[in-house]
């Protein structure tokens, strides 16, 4: 079976098999190897300096490491902007309530993505906001924001970024030259590790002015014994053998380019498959990720119908979310696919469609 769904992804070979790696108490030399070889090949996918940058792990899933950035770095006394374009965003708001963050929203239409003129209005008039929070990759509906353009507005009025890069981290550009203080990612997306293992990318200084707002997703403390070879809880030590398996494989794959390449060429194969058929994406070209793209469910196909089907032929494929649940479905083109498998989803989808 094919999982085309966002995460998690259809494991690869070695990956599965790292999962018998023997069994480590993870107070332990072993363990603590196993913990620096994640956060340094977590850090190496962007070739990021250990020196400014923490690569911070959890055991959870891809929202614990969300929440642990939203709550820890925005500072006791700071302010959040959280941009909504999707369930994603409306998460990061929802979060931002649980810890009692001081914070306003940035509401967008779902389809085109953060509106960059009304977010300088908002930063021109609330000197008080010192964060903003963005998902890179909106999954909700398969939209990649223009990280770079937002930077810019938030260098311009001194704020920072978080980033939620759960279903970005691995598939897609990130510079990290902007003013990013975190970005949140998880194991078991574009990187192809199994579930339970997620992290946050963090700049140091900005561990500096961190809130403890939680007790389980600090990430100062998480940060600060990780650093010392040392961790506060009992960590997925199979996911950690997963996630070091599956950097190595990234790294002798050619890295996040390589794999965006790949991605992408399946995601426009999908897409021409079905624009043959008469299926349109929901967004306009060139605004998709090529981790995930989303499509019209015509009229005379219902997505039960379309999902069971593909499943049929092998294939795990998405419904819409929140008010797309009805009108859209998902295909994500992540995980151990090859180019003879997109032929055949290519195959199973233009059977389903005509
Ligand atoms: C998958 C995802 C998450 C986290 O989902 P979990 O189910 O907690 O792993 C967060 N943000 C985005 C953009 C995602 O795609």
Not at 44 to 69: F, Q, R
Not at 161 to 168: N, P, R
Not at 215 to 233: E, I, M, V
Request: glycine letters at 10%.
């Amino acid at each position: 079976m094919f999982l085309l769904n966002p995460g998690p992804v259809t494991l690869s070979p070695r990956v599965r098999e790292s999962l018998l790696g023997p069994d480590l108490c993870h107070r332990e030399p072993e363990f603590f190897d196993l913990q620096d070889a994640a956060r340094a090949g977590l850090l190496a996918v962007y070739d990021l300096d250990p020196a400014e940058w923490a690569a911070v792990l959890l055991t959870g899933s891809g929202t614990a490491a969300v929440e642990s950035m939203v709550a820890s770095v925005v500072p006791a006394d700071g302010r959040l902007l959280v941009l909504e374009n999707g369930v994603y965003g409306e998460r990061m708001t929802a979060i931002a309530e649980c810890h009692g963050i001081a914070h306003e929203t940035l509401a967008g239409d779902w389809l085109a993505g953060p509106d960059l003129d009304a977010l300088a209005a908002r930063l021109a008039g609330s000197p008080a906001v010192t964060h903003v929070a963005v998902v890179q990759h909106e999954t909700t509906t398969g939209r990649l924001t223009d990280l770079a353009a937002i930077g810019a507005v938030c260098r311009a009025h001194g704020v920072r970024l978080l980033v939620d890069g759960v279903s970005s981290f691995g598939g897609e550009e990130i510079d990290f030259g902007l003013p990013i203080d975190a970005v949140a990612g998880t194991a078991n997306k574009c990187l192809h590790g199994v579930p339970g293992i997620a992290f946050a990318v963090v700049r140091r200084a900005a561990l500096a002015s961190a809130a403890q707002r939680a007790y389980y997703l600090d990430l100062t403390r998480l940060a600060t014994l990780q650093d010392q070879r040392n961790t506060p809880f009992t960590p997925a030590v199979q996911s950690l053998y997963a996630l070091v398996e599956a950097l190595a494989e990234l790294r002798e794959e050619g890295g996040w380019r390589e794999r965006h390449a790949r991605y992408a060429r399946y995601a426009d194969a999908a897409g021409e498959g079905l624009r043959r058929v008469g299926v349109a994406p929901l967004l306009p070209a060139g605004t998709s990720s090529v981790v995930l793209r989303s499509y019209r469910l015509p009229d005379s196909v219902t997505y039960t119908d379309l999902h069971d089907g593909l499943k049929d032929e092998g294939f795990v494929i998405y419904a819409g979310q929140g008010k797309l649940a009805k009108s859209i479905f998902r295909i994500s083109t992540m995980g151990d696919l090859h180019d003879a498998d997109v032929e055949r989803l290519v195959g199973a989808l233009t059977k389903t469609f005509s």
